[in-house]
């Protein structure tokens, strides 16, 4: 019998597909306060337990479907893996059920940007997408829907590829590697290998030229290397920027497809974004056109250096989604070049036993303030120039200590480079709340 380990948004997901199977299962989540009454109610068939694993179920369970924010290392999670019972995750099922090809993306960064151009290409080259994992919908929602999806398009997280271990992928990409999650792995060794195992079945392999990870993967033809860098002529394989008639154009080997100056967003991780999109469309042989227009339209994502407003001259970026160091000196670096005054950065939470010397760096290079907040805030102060950093405990607080300090032309940029869940249930609950407060600020003032 499969046993639901966890029993958030992922879990649910699990719960609905067995019930549309028809395929009994028990369910259990470790917290022991969480209450299950809606849960019992929706699935009255399931058993349900919390807390602590009933002793008495372990020689019914075959199989565990675990959550990812679970670790395979939990304790008791082991001894049913050591009693021979099957741990795997929701993407696992998914592999094992998809009839259609899937498209695949993981990475510390630029994950969620990926998949939704990657799916708004195909849909506009005429195929009906499926896009979830751990953007938008989990991915077996998308097994219980009543479409007919031609291509699955997943963004998949490092977590998620724990428990995952027969996925075949049309294309799939590692888009790059920063310290992330060093309070589940023991190593950034682990993490990236955890990120690689992406790549063990795929047809086309795309990957950033990193030697951490190029090196990894064997050269057997099937490898789609991006960069800003031009590829050589000959190099199919190798996707970058192009000139051509005095114009920066986005393609791969000599063919030039779009032009980096009809880009709705032209920075330079803007760029490789789309280089990756492009390569993970390779199986699908779209016109120039469609990559062209999409990328014309696209102006982001929501909580990913997202321009909240210009309040009394002074313009506020809400980048909540910048939850990890690469995330947030990639958002400090975009909006500095952007920026005509000075620069505020606000930032902090839950830091995930990272290491913040290169947000450090990023700081006393472009920065003329930053405003650390929240649970692990002296971490972060540690490796930043003191005469520059201010401590308070909320995000709030943060918010108007920077409006105390920001002038017409300067720009303060949330990038907190730190998990939320220290205050928050996730990023997108503090970048609505970032925002929120922002325009309150100044509607109070007007």
Known sequence: MYLVAGLGVTGQSVLN???????????????????????????????????????????????????????????????LADNGVEIIGDIELFARAAGAPIVAITGSNG??????????????????????????????????????????????????????????????????????????????ADYIQAKMSLLDDTDWAVLPDDPRLTHLYPDDGNKLVFALETPQDGETDRYGVLYKNDQAWLGWGSEAVVPVAEMCRQGHHDQLNALAMMALCRPFRLSPAVFTQVLACFNGLPHRTERVGCFDGVTWINDSKGT???????????????????????????????????????????????????????????????????????????????????????????????????????????????????????????
């Open 17 to 79: 597909y067995f019930a549309s199977q028809g395929e009994p299962c028990l369910a259990y989540d470790t917290r022991a306060d969480l209450d299950v009454s809606a849960l019992t109610e929706r699935w009255p068939e399931v058993v349900f337990a919390t807390g602590t694993l009933p002793a008495h179920w372990g020689k019914k369970i075959s199989t565990v479907v675990l959550s990812p924010g679970l670790p395979r290392s939990e304790s008791w999670v082991q001894k």
């Open 111 to 188: 994950k969620s940007t990926v998949t939704t151009l990657v799916a708004q290409a195909l849909a506009l080259g005429g195929y009906q997408v499926g896009m979830g994992g751990n953007i938008g919908q989990p991915a077996l929602n998308l097994l219980c829907d009543a479409r007919d999806y031609d291509v699955y398009v997943l963004e998949l997280s490092s977590f998620q590829l724990e428990t995952t271990y027969s996925l075949q992928c049309a294309s799939a990409a590692i888009l790059n590697i920063c310290e992330d999650h060093m309070d589940r792995y023991p190593s950034l």
């Open 324 to 446: 990890n160091v690469g995330a947030s000196v990639t958002a400090i670096a975009s909006t500095a070049n952007d920026c005509k005054g000075r620069l505020f950065l606000l930032a902090g939470g839950v830091d995930k036993a990272a290491d913040f010397t290169e947000l450090g760096k990023a700081v006393r290079r472009y920065a003329a303030g930053v405003i650390l907040f929240g649970q692990d805030r002296e971490t972060l102060a540690a490796v930043m120039p003191p005469e520059r950093v201010t401590q308070v405990v909320t995000m709030q607080e943060a918010i108007y200590a920077a409006a105390s300090m920001a002038q017409s032309g300067d720009t303060v940029l949330l990038s907190p480079a730190c998990a939320s869940f220290d205050q928050f249930r996730d990023y997108i609950e503090r970048g609505e709340v970032f925002a929120q407060c922002v325009r309150e600020l100044y509607d109070a003032d007007a």
